[in-house]
């Protein structure tokens, strides 16, 4: 069973790139790929030019991180958020861990009352907040985006987009996103690959599908299901496999 | 009778806990013609405890309060838990956000269907087949005969819902309360989905309770929409006429979704308001 087949894209340094499919297409395993989670893939992966192998090294980490979808599941329920901060800080033997700590608190827009909350005592925009300030410990240069804003409400699904963008922005990231949603896409990507059935469909930029340009039926489907309900389209979907 | 076929007013649902009383929802009005009503909110807004108070569904030490609660000229403060029985999954159904928890996982799909349709009416079990069959045809599942004899676990998540809409539907209620039955689904097939429901309320005239957190949605789906905030509906309107919401609320919310076709630099957040909390609520009923 092949979850993702023959599939090549290129990321420019500080561009955003975005995943977009629907569930089984591949799109998160593609990231998993890419950080070592998945390990079953063959091909190539190089990341600053180095092809990566079978197991990532430490140095890999220093320069990808990832944020997962789950809030709730991806932090652990028994470690205070000082404790989830600091440990990838002490894995690497950073010097100065207290104070990145209070540091990337203030960066992610948490007050240093947070610090030794447990994920419990949080809201799930606060909780993925610390996620993201888990993530930029060891100050990477790629992050990978595994939806991570569905699993919260709207109003906070902006403000963590906007902090997601303001990260960025200060420190010159690279983003790869993957979400089933054209409009968070669409949002906070520069160009994007269309997934369906582990093989992307199409590559193209975010311009040419807000003109509503894109080439591939599928996409096509995709882009007019997501601008709403409409009976008479739903007669006309096809399936695509 | 005329009148709508669901009216509710000043309905309350309050759970006693160790830091006080939660008001989960306070004092609500409103109902459900035989039209498509959308409940928006975000989590916490109430709108879930509302479709569960209208079936009876909230269990102490929860206590739900209304000056009125009517469906088709019953009133359903005064039934006892076995009349509601007879209405519940019957004459109103609901449908649940995820059918992994819905299902029973030991029992084959066309068994659960079938119980549910004899369940409710007399029907002889090779007669409960034969309309199960029909209703998983009716719900567009291509193989019918092959989920009939499947077990949860075999089917996908949007065949998984495609069956419970097929088992809440097959009694053929007159009020179906949808809490979230897409919101787990790729957005094609939740069209799909979608469009069978529409097509209940159009043909049948059944009245839907379309629970749901996306605005979007709702407003390309519904007929009517209901907004609530902190157990409260503080805005309604024609789905229609949602982009030309006035409550701050509401605004806010529309205004925090990216769009493909609006491209923004940085998302407007929502900038809460404790008054929101103490305004009095809207009534949304259309008696």
Redesign the interface.
């Known amino acids: 069973m092949h979850a993702v087949r023959d599939v090549s894209l290129a990321v420019r340094r500080g561009e955003s790139f975005g995943l977009v499919g629907?569930?089984g297409s591949g799109k998160s395993t593609v990231l998993r790929a890419i950080a070592g989670l998945a390990r079953d893939w063959t091909g190539r992966i190089a990341v600053e030019g180095e092809n990566l192998g079978a197991r990532r090294t430490a140095r890999f980490y220093e320069t990808v991180q990832m944020v997962f979808q789950d809030p709730y599941g991806s932090l652990h329920p028994r470690h205070t958020v000082d404790g989830t901060l600091s440990e990838p800080g002490r894995i690497h033997g950073l010097a100065n861990v207290d104070a990145r700590v209070l540091e990337l608190l203030r960066d992610v827009g948490l007050g240093p009352e947070f610090r030794f909350r447990f994920p419990h005592q949080l809201s799930?925009g606060q909780r993925q907040r610390v996620a993201i300030a888990r993530a930029l410990m060891l100050e990477p240069k790629l992050l990978l985006l595994d939806e991570p804003t569905s699993a919260l409400?709207?109003?906070v699904?902006?403000?963590i987009?906007?902090l997601l963008?303001r990260l960025k922005r200060e420190r010159g990231l690279t983003f790869i996103l993957v979400s089933?949603d054209?409009?968070?896409i669409?949002?906070?990507c520069d160009r994007l690959a269309v997934m369906n059935a582990g093989r992307v469909v199409e590559e193209l930029t975010v311009d040419q599908?807000?003109r509503s340009e894109p080439s591939h039926p599928y996409t096509r489907?995709?882009?007019k299901?997501?601008?709403?309900?409409?009976?008479a389209?739903?007669?006309a979907?096809e399936t695509f496999d | 009778m005329s009148g709508p076929l669901l009216e509710v007013d000043g309905l309350s649902v309050r759970f006693p806990t160790r830091t006080g009383i939660v008001e989960a929802v306070r004092n609500i009005s409103f109902s459900v013609g035989r039209e498509k009503v959308g409940i928006v909110g975000e989590s916490g807004s109430g709108k879930t405890m509302t479709g569960r108070a209208v079936l009876g569904l909230i269990r102490p030490p929860g206590v739900v309060q209304a000056r009125r609660m009517m469906f088709d000229g019953i009133d359903l403060l005064s039934l006892s838990e076995r009349q509601l029985r007879s209405i519940r999954g019957n004459r109103i159904a609901m449908v649940m956000q995820d059918p992994k928890f819905s299902l029973n996982p030991v029992m084959t799909v066309g068994r659960q269907i079938a119980e549910a349709y004899r369940v409710h009416t007399a029907a002889s079990s090779s007669e409960a087949k034969r309309r199960t069959l029909e209703m998983l045809e009716a719900v567009r599942i291509r193989d019918p005969e092959r989920v009939y004899g499947a077990y949860p676990h075999e089917v996908s998540g949007g065949m998984g819902q495609r069956i419970m809409i097929a088992m809440m539907l097959i009694p053929d209620p007159d009020l179906l309360i949808a809490d979230e039955p897409t919101s787990a689904l790729d957005v094609t097939v939740q069209m799909q989905v979608l469009a069978i429901v529409d097509d209940l309320v159009s043909r049948r005239g059944m009245g839907l309770m379309f629970i749901s957190h996306d605005l979007n949605l709702v407003a390309s789906f519904c007929d009517r929409v209901v907004i609530m905030y902190a157990g409260q509906i503080v805005e309604t309107c024609r789905a229609s006429e949602l982009h030309a919401a006035t409550h701050p609320y509401t605004r806010g919310l529309l205004a925090s979704l990216p769009r493909v076709d609006r491209p923004t630099e940085r998302l407007s957040t929502l900038v809460r308001d404790e008054a929101w909390k103490t305004e009095p609520g809207v009534d949304a009923r259309i008696l």
């Open positions: 629907e569930s799930g409400d709207v109003s699904q902006a403000e987009l906007n963008q089933h054209l409009s968070v669409a949002h906070m599908l807000r489907q995709l882009l299901a997501s601008l709403g309900y409409d009976r389209a739903v007669d979907l």
